[in-house]
């Protein structure tokens, strides 16, 4: 099958001519709308019955589902590779082959990271190596002994497993089908574009509405889940930055007010900010923020320590890749057995399914940011750029508060602290007490930057779909309306205490964006061998 202008469906999808919603796909809007309110409506009114429920669901679709999640994170990775390495995909541009890229390579990789997994990757710097120091398949197994140096080691080799390739390998996936068609071939730049040959004359039909809606129904709850947890650690930072004791409860936990204040500002913020190239000074703002946190903790933790265990980690972590990306625990009549499978459910299976429920929201914001670059260029940026920042970010930020576990002399044990506040007690113990107030200010005022990109980028994505793939489409009603939307709607669920809840629904949808993600695949496989042998020079008759 090859892909040609002429073999392509009807570019068409059909908008509303006039009215508020002119220029939109009606179905589209209003039925992932529709969706989402709805969710939203039973978690608030029913919370008890919706919570056990999505939760049941969550359980069954992470076991059932475990070897399906397993293997397609690993088919993608090895697709994505496979395109960076052979040099006739990777010439390959992303748009008219004369196309340069509209933002230079720094400010590239600063907007896909920031909008990407920034937020995530500052929220769990350190609870998630601190998690894995208590327990991992390696203690279960009895490898390592926990609370030993080399089990800190290990901690930090399964956390880039969760945060590495894997993760960044389904966003390039689906992000190249999207980028390749609609530049190439002047597509919509929408979801259903990364599966246009495989959709055919159900393009601009039902099925292709029905992907669509739930991509950005996938948007929004995923953008509610990392919101609803950030602005909690926002709050904790602005408690240890100023000493204001009316930013906490009693039991430690960030009261419930100053969330939704900080949540307001990040809405307020995100949603305004998508007039113009907000999303651009932004992105530039946080990264030199980032390194400038990351600095500290590389200055004031134990820099030799943590360089050590970065090498180590990364080398553990790239030779065990290929048996730990196709690792499918089965439990069995052994304690070893069930807690091993519980492990890998509870982290792996459940981080596979949280990068494929954040697809449609990097992915196409990847397309849209990266207009006029090289298919190889495309993959390589976003599978080691990401990599290579997190590695290092979590060997010494996560490192730090490893160390101090490891310390008998500390005076904090960070696995009895809420998650929100594990970082600024993290900062508290290495840092000199006149500048650790600074430093958590720092990391307070970076997370809420990332939040704000979250924001931002959400609502370009959902109000580009909606618009039927016109990413320049002016329609100030319904970026506010959208911004609103998503701010109102995490408001009522943090008040609800349904944060979780929503968690659970964008784990559900996972599993059919999963196909989604792979028929993308498929998709661009198509284009891309069209594109070579198109460009194949001629056999001379002589020979």
């Known amino acids: 099958m090859s892909v040609s202008q002429g073999g392509l469906p009807d570019r068409r999808i059909a908008t509303v001519s006039t009215g508020i919603y002119r220029g939109f796909n009606l179905t589209v809007?209003?039925?992932?709308?529709?969706?989402?309110?709805?969710?939203?409506?039973?978690?608030?009114?029913?919370?008890?019955?919706?919570?056990?429920?999505l939760s049941l669901g969550k359980d069954l679709t992470l076991s059932i589902f475990r070897g399906w999640f397993v293997y397609a994170i690993g088919a993608f990775v090895v697709f994505c590779l496979c395109?960076?390495?052979?040099?006739?995909?990777?010439?390959?541009?992303?748009?008219?082959?004369?196309?340069?890229?509209?933002?230079?390579?720094?400010?590239?990789?600063?907007?896909?990271?920031?909008?990407?997994?920034?937020?995530?990757?500052?929220?769990?710097?350190?609870?998630?190596?601190?998690?894995?120091?208590?327990?991992n398949p390696k203690v279960i197994e009895g490898v390592v002994a926990p609370g030993s140096d080399a089990n800190a080691t290990v901690a930090l080799?399964?956390?880039?497993?969760?945060?590495?390739?894997?993760?960044?390998?389904?966003?390039?996936?689906?992000?190249?089908a999207i980028a390749l068609y609609s530049y190439r071939y002047g597509m919509p730049l929408t979801i259903r574009t990364a599966l246009c040959p495989l959709l055919g004359k159900f393009y601009g039909g039902s099925a292709g509405n029905l992907v669509?809606?739930?991509?950005?129904?996938?948007?929004?709850?995923?953008?509610?889940?990392?919101?609803?947890?950030?602005?909690?650690?926002?709050?904790?930072?602005?408690?240890?930055?100023?000493?204001?004791?009316?930013?906490?409860?009693?039991?430690?936990?960030?009261?419930?007010?100053?969330?939704?204040?900080?949540?307001?500002?990040?809405?307020?913020?995100?949603?305004?900010?998508?007039?113009?190239?907000?999303i651009k000074w932004l992105s530039i703002v946080s990264g030199w923020l980032f390194f400038a946190v990351l600095a500290c903790f590389a200055?004031?933790?134990?820099?030799?320590?943590?360089?050590?265990?970065?090498?180590a980690a990364v080398w553990s972590y790239v030779a065990n890749l290929p048996h730990s990306a196709t690792l499918v625990a089965k439990p069995d009549q052994t304690h070893a057995g069930e807690?091993?499978?519980?492990?890998?459910?509870?982290?792996?299976?459940?981080?596979?399914?949280?990068?494929?429920?954040?697809a449609p929201f990097v992915a196409l914001f990847l397309a849209r940011v990266s207009r006029g670059r090289s298919l190889r260029a495309f993959v390589c940026g976003c599978l080691f750029a990401p990599l290579g920042i997190c590695t290092v970010w979590f060997a010494y930020v996560g490192g730090a508060a490893l160390d101090i576990q490891l310390d008998p002399r500390a005076t904090v044990d960070l696995m009895h602290v809420a998650m929100s506040a594990q970082i600024y007690e993290t900062i508290r113990e290495i840092a000199?007490?006149?500048?650790?107030?600074?430093?958590?200010?720092?990391?307070?005022?970076?997370?809420?930057?990332?939040?704000?990109?979250?924001?931002?980028?959400?609502?370009?994505a959902i109000n580009t779909i909606a618009a039927a793939g016109d990413e320049n489409r002016p329609a100030t009603v319904h970026i506010v309306l959208w911004g609103g939307l998503v701010t109102g709607m995490i408001s009522c669920l943090i008040v609800a205490g349904g944060t979780d809840a929503v968690r659970d629904a964008m784990i559900i949808g996972a599993l059919p964006f999963s196909f989604v993600i792979a028929m993308s695949g498929v998709s661009a496989l198509i284009l891309i061998v069209s594109e070579c042998r198109r460009r194949k020079p001629p056999q001379d008759p002589a020979e």
């Open 299 to 311: 200055w004031m933790g134990d820099f030799n320590s943590s360089l050590g265990r970065l090498g």
């Open 212 to 278: 669509d809606m739930f991509s950005i129904y996938a948007i929004i709850v995923g953008t509610a889940t990392t919101l609803g947890y950030g602005v909690a650690q926002v709050v904790s930072g602005a408690h240890s930055a100023t000493g204001l004791p009316m930013l906490l409860s009693d039991t430690g936990q960030p009261v419930l007010v100053w969330q939704l204040a900080a949540l307001g500002c990040a809405g307020a913020v995100g949603t305004a900010s998508v007039f113009g190239h907000g």
């Open 83 to 135: 395109i960076a390495l052979v040099p006739a995909s990777g010439r390959i541009r992303l748009g008219a082959d004369h196309e340069t890229p509209e933002y230079s390579f720094t400010t590239w990789l600063s907007m896909m990271f920031c909008a990407g997994i920034g937020a995530g990757v500052l929220i769990y710097s350190v609870s998630e190596p601190l998690s894995h120091f208590g327990i």
């Open 432 to 460: 000199p007490p006149r500048f650790a107030p600074y430093w958590s200010a720092m990391v307070a005022i970076l997370l809420m930057l990332l939040l704000i990109i979250t924001m931002n980028a959400a609502v370009q």
């Open 157 to 176: 080799a399964y956390t880039y497993l969760h945060w590495g390739l894997s993760a960044w390998a389904c966003y390039a996936v689906l992000g190249l």
């Open 29 to 53: 809007a209003l039925g992932a709308l529709t969706s989402v309110v709805t969710l939203s409506l039973w978690i608030i009114l029913n919370p008890d019955g919706a919570i056990a429920a």
């Open 339 to 358: 807690s091993l499978a519980t492990w890998q459910t509870d982290w792996t299976i459940f981080y596979w399914a949280w990068w494929i429920s954040f």
